[in-house]
């Protein structure tokens, strides 16, 4: 992520129940996507990139597909 400069601001955060984050009792998609929701709003940032991987590209597709109002036009 830092590879991206000063331009951009960088955040990561550990999905349910990976790295530190617990085990909660919903652990399904529609759940991991409020986390997503969530992340983004404490950032504020209007437009987000967002990178996943395995799990997460998914969770950043669909978090993509639910917002086209906050997709980035400068890819």
Known sequence: MAELGPRWRHGTYDERARGRSKRPMDYSFEGC???VDAVV???GVDRPVLVGWFYGAALAAH?????PDRDREDR
Not at 63 to 67: F, I, K, M, Q
């Open 63 to 67: 978090w993509a597909d639910r917002n």
């Open 33 to 35: 996507l409020r986390d």
């Open 41 to 43: 709003a404490v950032t």
